[in-house]
C-alpha cells in the first residue's frame, strides 16, 4: 500500500503535506513511503509493524529528530546511508528488520558509528563509551545500497504484514506501540501522555498488573485510528464478550 497525500493529512489533522510534523501510521500496511519527500518539516515519523523496504524517502526530512521502523522489510544497514544526512536524528527504532542480521553487537556498533548522533537506538540510551567502541567494531557505511533490478527503488514484498486490526497481532505489538508514543512524547511533548488522556482508567485499574494496564492503553490509542466501520466492529465484539459470562451464569441457573 502507498502512503498518500489523503492519509497523511488525515492523519496529521493539516492542510498542507510542507506543514506535517508529526506523522503516525503504526500498522498501516505500507509498502511505500515515497510522499515523505514532500514533507520537509517532518520531524517524527511512526512506521513502525509496516512493510517499507528502503529508507530513501526520509533522507529529504532535514528536520527529522525520531524515527520509528521497527519491524518492517528494511533489507541492509546500508539503507543507514539515507540517515547520515539528518543533522538532527536523535532517536532511531530500527529492531526487528531483515537488517539487524545475527549479531546484535555488530548491529548496533554499526548503526551508531554511522549515526553517531543518536541519544536512543531501539528504545535503549546510547552511551558515550558505545560510540567510543563503535569507531572500532562497526562497519562504516559509504554508499547508498545497490537497487539494480528494482522497480523504481519501491521493490514490492511477497507478503505483507499484517495490520494492527489483524487477529494475529500480539500484545507485545500493543506494548511497543505504547513505548514508541511514549518516547515521541517525551522528546517532542506533543501532546499529553495517554495516563493524562483516560485518567479514569488509571485510577479505576489499581489492583490490574502493569502489562494489562498497557495493553488497555495500547488499545485506547489504537481506536483513534479506527474509521466509523472499524469501531463498529468493535463495538460488537466487545458487547459479545460482555454477554458471555452472563449467558453461562444463565446457563447454570438451569441446570
Not at 543507514?80 to 532517536?91: A, D, S
Not at 537488517?99 to 540510551?125: E, F, I, W
Not at 546510547?126 to 572500532?136: N, S, W
Amino acid at each position: 500500500m502507498k502512503l498518500t497525500r489523503k492519509m497523511v493529512l488525515s492523519r496529521a489533522k493539516a492542510s498542507e503535506l510542507h506543514s506535517v510534523r508529526k506523522l503516525n501510521c503504526w500498522g498501516s500496511r505500507l509498502t511505500d513511503i515515497s510522499i515523505c519527500r514532500e514533507m520537509p518539516s517532518l520531524e517524527v515519523i511512526t512506521l513502525s509493524v509496516n512493510s517499507v523496504s528502503t529508507l530513501e524517502p526520509v533522507s529529504r526530512c532535514r528536520r527529522l529528530s525520531e524515527l520509528y521502523v521497527r519491524r518492517n522489510r528494511i533489507p541492509s544497514l546500508d539503507e543507514l546511508f539515507y540517515l547520515k544526512g539528518l543533522p538532527h536524528l536523535r532517536v532511531l527504532w530500527l529492531a526487528e528488520n531483515p537488517c539487524c542480521g545475527s549479531s546484535p553487537h555488530l548491529y548496533r556498533m554499526t548503526v551508531l558509528r554511522n549515526l553517531p548522533g543518536l541519544q536512543k537506538l531501539d528504545n535503549q540510551a546510547v552511551t558515550e563509551e558505545e560510540l567510543a567502541r563503535a569507531l572500532t567494531e562497526g562497519d562504516e557505511i559509504t554508499a547508498a545500497p545497490d537497487r539494480e533490478g528494482m522497480d523504481n527503488g519501491h521493490p514490492e514484498p511477497p507478503c505483507t504484514l499484517s495490520s494492527i486490526s489483524s487477529s494475529q497481532e500480539t500484545s507485545q505489538d500493543l506494548l511497543s506501540y505504547v513505548e514508541e508514543a511514549d518516547s515521541s512524547q517525551g522528546h517532542l511533548s506533543l501532546k499529553p501522555s495517554a495516563k493524562d488522556q483516560f485518567p479514569s482508567f488509571s485510577q479505576r485499574d489499581t489492583s490490574s498488573s502493569h502489562k494489562n494496564r498497557n495493553v488497555l492503553t495500547a488499545i485506547l490509542l489504537l481506536l483513534r485510528e479506527l474509521d466509523t466501520e472499524g469501531l463498529e466492529t468493535i463495538q460488537q465484539a466487545v458487547g459479545i464478550r460482555l454477554q458471555a459470562p452472563h449467558q453461562q451464569e444463565l446457563r447454570e441457573d438451569t441446570e
